[in-house]
Nanobody
Framework: QVHLVESGGGLVQAGGSLRLSCAASGRTFSVYPVGTMAWFRQAPGKDREFVAAISWSGRTTYYADSVKGRFTISIDNAKNTVYLQMNSLKPEDTAVHYC??????????????????WGQGTQVTVSS
């Protein structure tokens, strides 16, 4: 079992920055040799959408086109924590942001159905 806890959400003006954190406990990175951590988000009335993903090793990253060049995902294996640095925020980034974890090799890291474990979400609100 894995428990994921997100933090760092809040209210920010357009153009501002936020850093989200996702702390994992339980069956963490050191137990399995490979895996993927990701961030998804869901705005009211919309489907959950992929934001970014990173391999356990940190060597491979994936980004949604809408956040490329603005967001950076990173991982600290010693702390079992994944981060999402969000810069140049836009009102359309407003959503509940969720952390997700998948163990082993997965295909389609942008597909939410590939992830077994999810955090409770943290609200990000960007005012214009």
């Amino acid at each position: 079992q894995v428990h994921l806890v997100e933090s760092g959400g809040g209210l920010v003006q357009a153009g501002g920055s936020l850093r989200l954190s996702c702390a994992a406990s339980g069956r963490t990175f050191s137990v399995y040799p490979v895996g993927t951590m990701a961030w998804f988000r869901q705005a009211p009335g919309k489907d959950r959408e992929f934001v970014a993903a990173i391999s356990w090793s940190g060597r491979t990253t994936y980004y949604a086109d809408s956040v490329k060049g603005r967001f950076t995902i990173s991982i600290d294996n010693a702390k079992n924590t994944v981060y999402l640095q969000m810069n140049s925020l836009k009102p359309e980034d407003t959503a509940v942001h969720y952390c997700a974890a998948a163990f082993g090799v997965i295909t389609s890291p942008t597909n939410p159905n590939r992830y077994v474990y999810w955090g409770q979400g943290t609200q990000v609100t960007v005012s214009s």
